[in-house]
Structure formats: C-alpha cells, structure tokens
C-alpha cells in the first residue's frame, strides 16, 4: 500500500516534469495506431467482405439437391434477416419449331438479388443497366450465349417444358454464379413462380435450391447456429469466404497490407519505447541511489516500478483507445469519398488490441530499463563516477521481441508476414548496429580534416560511442519505415494493380470443339482483336485417393468435401502456366511424356490432405485411370487466366474425349462482334468476366486507398522512434553547450557542430535504411503478396539524401532550444 | 557482543580497511581503522585529498562494503547485514548531506524534504517537511525547484531533508565544499544547531579548517590510515 501510493505519487511527478514524456508518447502512438488501425480495418475489411457479399447475392446462401425447408426463411424474418430463395435446374429451352438449347434455368423470387445487382440489357451487347426486380410473371432474361445458340433476340417467345415465355431484357450479368464453372449451360432467368408450371423437375432432375439471406453479422451468426446442425447431410452453407477464388486472393491481399501496416506501427513505437525507457533509467540512477541512501530496498524500488509500469499500461491504454477510435472516425470520414463504399459501423474488439499492445510494449521494452534501476549501487551518491548498473541485455530484448512477436502473431495470425517484418527490422537494427560501430571507430581516425564544426561534430560521434549506435539504429529504422511508406508502398500498390492488366482476359470461351479452334481462333484473332490461348479440358471426378474410395475417407474440410462431390475440370499442359508456381514436389519437363502425372492446387490439396507421391484416381467419362500427385501449386487466382486446380501431365488424357478451353481480352467497343462470333459457333460457350474482373479491380482500388490512409499511423511511429533517437543524447548536449557556451564557444559554432554530427549519423542511417526498405520491399512483394516488385530507382539517393536532411533539420532543430539556453541555467541544475 | 548503545557509541570499526582493483593491481585505500563515536558527538573526517575519507564516509553509513574488518551502527553489525538490511537501517537512523546537494530536480523544495518521509511511509509528510524547511529559513521556496535555488538554498533544502526523519546519526561529505564562506557559515550553523537540539552524532568530512575547528573532535586520515 506504501509502495503504491509512493509509485503513483512519484509517477505523477515525473509525468509532470515532462520525464515520461516521450515513453508515454511512444506508447499512446502505439496504442492509438494499432486500435484506430484496428477498428478501421475491422470496418474496411468488412465493407470488402460486403463486397463479397455482392457477388454471392447474399450475405448466406443455403444450397441444397433438396428442397430447403421453409421454417428456415421464418426463423430468419424472426432474426431480422431479409431472405429470398432461388431454384436452378438445366433443362431444354425451345424456340420455334427446330431451335432448341441447353440452358440453367434460373427461377428467382422477390428480393433477389440481397446483395449485388442483376445487369440487363435491352439489346444483345448493348449498353447494360441494374435491372429493376426479377423477371415478371411469364416473362425471361436470357444470357447473350442463349440467344445466340437459339438464333432469337430480345422479344421472342421461348418454351420451358409446359410453360411459354417471352425474352424481355438480355441478361447480361447475375450475382450468384460460380466462377467455376460448374454449369456450363447459359443461364434463363425467369421468376420462381413459373417454374412450377413448366413442369420439367422430376425426381433425379439435377436441381439446386437455394435460400438466400442478408442482414446484420450478429444476426447472420446467430441463424447459422440455430440452423446449421438442423440443415442436412445434402445441405451447405456458402457464404463471402465461397465467393470465389478471385475475390478471395484480392480480400486476403488488401488485408495483409492493413495489417502490415498496423504490425510495423507496434515494432516501431516498441523501439522508440525502448529507447525513451532506457534514456529514463539513465536519468534516474541518481534519483535511485539517492532513496536507496535513504533507506529504499530493492523489492520496494521492484514494486514502485512496476506498478509505475502498471499504471503506464492503463494509462495509455485508455488514452491509445479513446483517441484510436477518434481516429478511425476521422479516417473513416475522410476515406468515404475515396472507398465508396459505406463503412459498416465499428465493433469494439480492436479495443483490447489496445490493453494488448500497450502491456507487450511496456512490460517487454520499458520493464527491463526500469527493473535495472534498483541494481543502482547506493555508493553513487558519494561517487557519481560509479558505472551504473546494466541496464536491458542482449536475453531481456530478446524475451521482450519474443512477446512482441506473439503479440503480433495473435493478432496477425500469418506467420510469414510476421516473420517478415520483424525479422528485417531486426536484421537492419543489427547491420544499423554493426555500421554504427564502425562509423564510430572510422569517426575517431576522421578528426582534423574538414572545418572546426565538422571536426567537433565527427570527434562527438566517437566519444559518444555506445550513444551514437542507438542512434543510428533509431534512425535507421525510422528512415527505413519513411522510406518504405513513401518510395516501396506506392511501388507494392502499384505491383498489385498490375496483377489484373488493363487488357486481362474478360472472356472464356468453353465447350470448344477441338477441331473448329483453327476457325475460332482466327475470328478471334482477326474480328476481335484479342490474343487467345486456349487449354484443353475434360471434366472427370476424384473417385479414390491412394487405392481407398474417396467416400471411405474421413474428409472433413469444405474445400475437400466439395471438391470430391462436384466434377471437376481437368486440364493437361507441357508447361507450367505463369499464374502457377510449384510449391511442392516438381514439375514435368517440357517433353515429357510416358506415365501420367498430376499436379494439384494447394488448397484443394490441403482440403484432400494429399502430398506429393500420393495417387489419384479419377474417372472421366466412365472411364477410371491413376496418377500420382509429383507437384503442388500455388495458383494465382487473381490473374484471372484460366486456372485449374487439377493438372496432367501430356499423353494419357489426349486420348479422351475433350474440349478446349480459352481465354481472351474484348475491347469494349468489339463486344457487339461477339454476337456474330456465337451465331458462328453456336456449340461455344461464352461467359462474361467483366463483371467479376470489374469487382477485384474496385477491391483491389479501394484498399489501396485504405491502406495510405493506415500508413500514416506508421508514419506517426516512425517519427516518435525518430523524436526519441535524438533525445538520447539530448542531456549530454545541453551540458556540453552550456559548457562550451561558457567557455567562449559561439552558438553558430556550437549548432553547425551539432548539425554535422547529426547529418552524419542521418546520411549511414539513410543509406541502412535504403537498403533495408529494397529488401523488405522485395521479400514482402515475392514472399508475401505474390506480387513483381520493381525497385524504384530513387530509393537509395531519396534514402541518402532524406536521412542526412531530416536527421540533420531535426536533431539541431531538437538540439537548438538547448544551445540557446543561457549556460548559467543548465550548469545550475541541481 | 554487548549492546553499544548503552555505553553511548553508535558508530565503531574494527580492523576496517577497504582495497579496490586497478589496473596496478590491489589498491589498500583504507586500512585497519579503529574508531569509536558517541552518540551526540560532532567529528570531522580531515586529510589530503585521496587520504580515504569519502571511502570511510562510505563504509560507516553501509553505501559500501569493506574488504577487512568490521563497521557497527547502531548496534548493528553492517557486515552481517546485506544491502537490503543496511538500506532500511539507513532509512531509520541515518541522514546525508551531500557536497552536491543532490535534490532531486524534478521536484520541489517541499517535495524533495518529503522524500524520506514518504519512502518511510509516512502520512505527515508534507507537515512535517514544511516545519523542518521553516527551521531551516526556506519557508518562502517550498515550491521552488532547485534550479530556482541558489547554491546555499539547496544544501539547506538537502539538510532539511537530512533532519527531517530525525536521524541518529548524519553523514556529510564536504557539506560547504561547493558554497562561498557567508553559505557555508550559515550551513554550518544549521548542522552544529540541529546537532545540539536533537542530539544528533555528526560525521562529516571536510577541508575547511574553520568547519573541522568547531566539531567535538577531528580524526585525520593520510593515505588511508588514521593520523594518532
Ligand atoms: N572504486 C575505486 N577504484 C579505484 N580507486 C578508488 C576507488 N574508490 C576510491 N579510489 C581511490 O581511493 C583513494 C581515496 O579516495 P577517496 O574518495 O576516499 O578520497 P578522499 O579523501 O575523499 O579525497 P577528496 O578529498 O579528494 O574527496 C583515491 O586515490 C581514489 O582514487
Ligand atoms: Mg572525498
């Protein structure tokens, strides 16, 4: 009780006399970055997520082979989730007497789509609109690809088994689809109440019902519990996470970059609490001995610094949190504009990132510091000469980096990001370290050769010694965080929105019969104007991993589960596609050929938990063969070429019966010619990705613009690691001027002295720094994003010349106030 | 052993000598004192400069630990105790005045005599600290930073702050060392008064013949043995 209250008395007195200040400051930084980023990416991420959402037309979908049951669409209207239900089945649309095609038809009923919108228009390939409702009553929306193989256009008079439509509007895109195309056939839409009437479902008839449901997350989790164990063994849940692979990567990158930027914000003001606690215990080993004269102990000097500690923690917890979640709301505000997409209100959970962040920063990086002081040996106060205790080792920043890091990690959950970011940074602290010794030694043979200023600023950098390698590694770090939000952010944005070029493919053509290719690909070629490349395919099903039927496996992973129960589509390839890169296992060459190998997605391959050397055994078209696994791959799904998660090696499939599969980019003003190109390859399937490729592009856009608005949190810490850099030798500085002010010395000498050693330092750390942000920019684009990173030619000029500026502008700047003090006050300091 | 207090002497070496390393190898800085002070004495630690006296001044108040020989405050054998033990002796028999003054710069005059006081945890603190700071003349400054203090107004502050825990014995390494005659005067006057008042033993070290006249008694170190 004694000691508390002693703690937090003289605690108040330290805040007062500014002691704290820098600590404090560092860690509110910190708190305040890692809560405002927090809450602003929980929100972002949950606006893309809408996004998402968009595509599937609902927030949850429920899809069955049965009829879903009704209760269900109550329970959810009780929940306060809007629902609507959709039916999708294939079956022959007739036109006239002889045109007949195989279409999906799509009943839909009111409210459809929940999320996203249905695009129509008047016209095939004509200028599309959000259209307005679903289809009426006996009235149809058919897919250009419909029309085309029907040889009709907007207006005639369609039959579905009893019942007679009439096309209205063509359909041009619909939420909902599923990217992989499952089902091949051009889609009909039509409303749900017809469908009963067209008589064409009979048992066995391959049909999807679905029940579609929109609403708050709260609500949305609430009716997955309740229903989930009640849905049956046939029934599935989809939600924004089945959207599709492509939105997937685009969601998953954008928030490994929010992330990024909050987990170097928390490493930073760890740093620059680190060095304000360090220069404190200094300031207070006086302060130490001076009680320990008057009869503190150890434990009482133990527990008065850690409840110090305690209330540091509290303090700035609160303080972190409250102007975390102001922040976020300035953020937010002004990112509505830019983003476009209104924020979903924010959730308090970032809040005990906040208490989390606070506690690892102080406890791991100020505790050690302060827990040194009470070795302080009391004789100081007769010999100030006496070396102070050790202050933090080499073990305690260690425990205290491992904290960090598993804050981080738990927070973050990706461990090679992590890994990343921590490892470079420590890895430049200590090169900024090495450097630094050097620079020091190379300092002291330097003396005598420039100007008085220079000589007296270099002979500072290798008296201070161990001072002046804090610094450098204060300031590298800060510069290399400048660095990398300036020149390597912009190049990192840039790299991920050249991951879809403007002339990415937007349209896939399937169901290509091999021997009309040469015709086709020349009309693409010369009408189109577009660059094709084609892949064969057949479409065959896993029927047993090594020798055991699929079904007698235990398979528990959705991603497994579903590929084992759908066909999927298989291509075989000499060459590896450039949005493929082997993970595991390898390649076959070129020319290979013999025995038929197979290489697998990685996720599907995780889902299935087959390795490399594993077999498959697949049947297409009735007919069964076996392959072992040689490689896996990491697809890149947003490259939107054609992506598979199975491949063979060339021979063996040749000989089934295939199609191809190909991929091509339309200019906009060339869409109307792909009306002629289905009226001439009437067999072609055509699917429009532009509406997809359009949504990845306003993700990948918008959390661009996102994460510049983060990144200035990051910035914020980057300055404090800088600010408490040049404090540390603040208090030599002002007694050395003092001392020298009074010796004769005048204050332009004095601060020309201080700006080059200050410039000095800037201009090594500059250059550390330089280096170290075009080697965590490169690990990050290729390890981490996936992404090509071109080094920006500017980085190392830009990193010389900032560091030695801004080093130099604000250490003389830091250190002028103390220059121009009167000597007589600072040498009168107790 | 018998108790030293009965017989008035709080403060007794024995065999006392303290050797350092240096790059010369073993340094013999003070070797084999024996010295006995009585309670309410005043006795001034004289010598050279580099003679011991600071070393001595170190040993008798337990700030350090002596290499030979034995040091009782107190009654209280000081190489028995460990640093803990001889810190809470410290904080209830013994004061200091430093050549430096050694207030704490981030508080007020009022703040630093209550230090004691409230590392003893006390709940008279401010009280009490504000009667001592009136007898030492300073009750105009108790809000005064030291570096709003002259030089004598800090070590006026420091002995408050010395007394104000009511010591047996105060410790004071060159206590006007840094101050002109009229401060240093004034400074003494406080010492020998509060010294006769509360009957508080006095060791100090000093180099001003004047200071080391006025004590009961003056103890001459040369090259770390007592001058007989
Ligand atoms: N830790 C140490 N290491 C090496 N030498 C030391 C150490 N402590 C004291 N000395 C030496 O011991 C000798 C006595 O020092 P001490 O400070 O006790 O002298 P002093 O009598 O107080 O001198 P002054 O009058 O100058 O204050 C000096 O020569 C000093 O350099
Ligand atoms: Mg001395």
Request: proline content about 5%; some cysteine; aromatic content about 6%.
């Amino acid at each position: 009780m004694k000691t508390l209250a002693w703690a937090l008395r003289s605690l108040a007195r330290d805040l007062r006399a500014g002691e704290l200040t820098v600590l404090v400051a560092a860690v509110v930084v910190a708190v305040t970055a890692i809560t405002a980023v927090g809450f602003f990416t929980d929100r972002v991420a949950r606006a893309i997520r809408q996004q998402a959402s968009a595509v599937l037309a609902a927030d949850l979908v429920i899809r069955s082979p049965e009829p879903v049951a009704r209760v269900f669409l109550d329970e959810a209207h009780a929940l306060g989730l809007r629902t609507a239900e959709a039916i999708a089945f294939p079956s022959v649309v007739l036109a006239g007497d002889e045109a007949s095609s195989l279409a999906t038809i799509e009943g839909v009923g009111a409210g459809y789509p929940l999320r996203g919108e249905i695009r129509v228009s008047t016209q095939m390939f004509g200028t599309t609109t959000v259209a307005d409702g679903v289809p009426a009553r006996g009235e149809a929306w058919a897919e250009p690809g419909l029309l085309g193989q029907l040889g009709v256009d907007v207006g005639a008079a369609v039959q579905v088994g009893t019942r007679t439509l009439v096309i209205t509007r063509v359909l041009e895109y619909q939420p909902d689809q599923n990217p992989g195309f499952a089902n091949l056939a051009p889609s009909l839409l039509v409303n749900i109440d017809d469908v009963a009437e067209m008589d064409v479902i009979r048992p066995g008839s391959r049909v999807t019902f679905r029940q579609l449901y929109a609403g708050e997350e709260a609500a949305l989790a609430g009716f997955r519990a309740r229903v989930g164990p009640r849905l049956g063994s046939e029934a599935a849940f989809r939600d924004q996470k089945d959207a599709g692979e492509q939105i997937n990567a685009a969601i998953d990158r954008a928030q490994g970059f929010l992330t990024l930027a909050s987990l170097v914000t928390v490493v930073l003001a760890a740093v620059a609490t680190a060095m304000a606690a360090r220069l404190y215990a200094l300031r207070h080993l006086d302060t130490v001995a001076l009680m320990k004269s008057m009869g503190a102990t150890q434990v009482f000097i133990e527990r008065s610094s850690l409840a110090q500690l305690i209330a540091i923690v509290l303090g700035t917890s609160l303080a972190g949190s409250v102007l975390g979640y102001a922040a976020q709301g300035v953020l937010a505000r002004l990112s509505v504009g830019l983003l476009q997409i209104e924020l979903p209100p924010s959730t308090v959970t970032p809040a005990w990132l906040g208490v989390l962040t606070s506690t690892t920063v102080v406890i791991g990086f100020a505790l050690p510091h302060l827990w040194a002081l009470k070795r302080t040996p009391p004789l100081r106060v007769l010999r100030h000469d006496l070396p102070p205790p050790a202050l933090a080792t080499g073990v305690t920043y260690a425990i205290a980096l491992g904290a960090l890091f598993g804050m981080i990690y738990a927070i973050v959950r990706d461990l090679k990001l992590v890994g990343v970011v921590v490892g470079g940074l420590l890895a430049l602290a200590c090169l900024a370290g090495l450097a630094g010794f050097g620079l020091v030694r190379l300092a002291a043979r330097f003396r005598g050769v420039a100007g008085v200023a220079w000589r007296y600023g270099i002979a500072n950098i290798s008296r201070r010694g161990g001072e002046s390698v804090i610094q450098i590694v204060g300031f590298g770090l800060g510069l290399m965080v400048l660095l990398l939000l300036t020149v390597v952010r912009t190049d990192l944005l840039a790299a991920w929105q050249r991951t879809i070029p403007p002339d990415a493919p937007n349209y896939f053509l399937i169901n290509i019969d091999p021997p009309s290719w040469p015709a086709l690909r020349k009309f693409i070629e010369g009408e189109l104007g577009g660059r094709p490349s084609a892949l064969p395919f057949i479409r065959g099903r896993l029927i047993a991993i090594g020798g055991i039927p699929v079904q007698d496996l235990a398979i528990t992973d959705p991603q497994g589960l579903s590929f084992i129960r759908r066909e999927q589509n298989i291509t075989w390839t000499a060459e590896l596609p450039a949005s493929n890169a082997v993970r595991a296992g390898t390649w076959w060459g070129a020319g290979h050929r013999g025995e038929p190998q197979v290489s697998l997605e990685e996720g599907v391959a995780r889902g299935l938990g087959v390795s490399v050397g594993d077999t498959l055994t697949f049947n297409v078209g009735g007919e069964e063969f076996t392959a072992p696994v040689t490689s896996i791959r990491h697809v890149q799904w947003d490259s939107f070429a054609p992506n598979f998660y199975l491949m063979l090696s060339p021979g063996l499939a040749e000989e089934l019966p295939q199609t191809y599969i190909a991929s091509f980019y339309v200019a906009p003003e060339k869409r109307r010619l792909l009306n002629s190109l289905v009226r001439q390859f009437p067999g072609v399937t055509v699917f429009d990705l532009e509406a997809i490729l359009a949504q990845v592009r306003m993700i990948v856009d918008r959390a661009s613009a996102a994460v510049q608005y983060v990144f200035l949190f990051t910035l914020l810490a980057g300055v404090m690691v800088l600010l408490a850099a040049v404090q540390v030798t603040r208090d030599e500085r002002r007694f050395e001027s003092a001392i020298l002010r009074a010796l004769g010395a005048d204050r332009r000498t004095i601060l020309q002295g201080v700006a080059a050693e200050f410039t000095t330092l800037g201009a090594l750390a500059g250059a550390l720094a330089a280096f170290g942000a075009t080697a965590i920019g490169l690990v990050l684009a290729e390890r981490v994003f996936d992404l090509e990173f071109r080094i920006s030619p500017w980085l190392w000029p830009a990193g010389l010349l900032f560091g030695s500026a801004l080093v130099g502008l604000t250490g003389t700047l830091a250190t002028r106030k103390a220059v121009n003090e009167s000597p007589v006050v600072t040498l009168r300091e107790a | 052993m018998q108790d030293r207090k009965l017989d008035g002497i709080v403060l007794r070496t024995q065999g006392l000598g303290k050797q350092v390393s240096s790059p010369e190898g073993q340094l013999t800085i003070l070797d084999d004192v024996d010295l006995e002070i009585r309670a309410g004495e005043s006795v001034a630690l004289v010598g050279p400069s580099g003679a011991g006296k600071t070393t001595l001044l170190a040993l008798l108040a337990g700030l350090d630990q002596p290499s030979r020989g034995q040091v009782w405050l107190c009654g209280e054998d000081l190489t028995t105790l460990d640093e803990d033990g001889r810190a809470r002796l410290r904080g209830r028999r013994v004061g200091f005045v430093f050549q430096s003054f050694h207030l704490v710069p981030s508080l007020t005059a009022l703040e630093n005599v209550m230090l004691p006081l409230e590392l003893a945890g006390r709940a008279d603190a401010a009280v009490r600290a504000r009667e001592v700071l009136d007898a030492v003349g300073l009750t105009s400054r108790l809000s005064h930073y030291p570096k709003q203090l002259s030089g004598g107004e800090k070590q006026r502050v420091a002995i408050a702050r010395a007394f104000v825990t009511r010591p047996e014995v105060l410790f004071a390494d060159e206590p006007t060392g840094n101050l002109d005659t009229a401060s240093g005067e004034r400074v003494a006057d406080l010492l020998f008064g509060l010294n006769r008042q509360a009957r508080t033993t006095l060791v100090l070290v000093t180099h001003e013949r004047d200071l080391a006249r006025r004590c009961d008694r003056v103890i001459e170190i040369v090259a770390g043995r007592l001058v007989t």
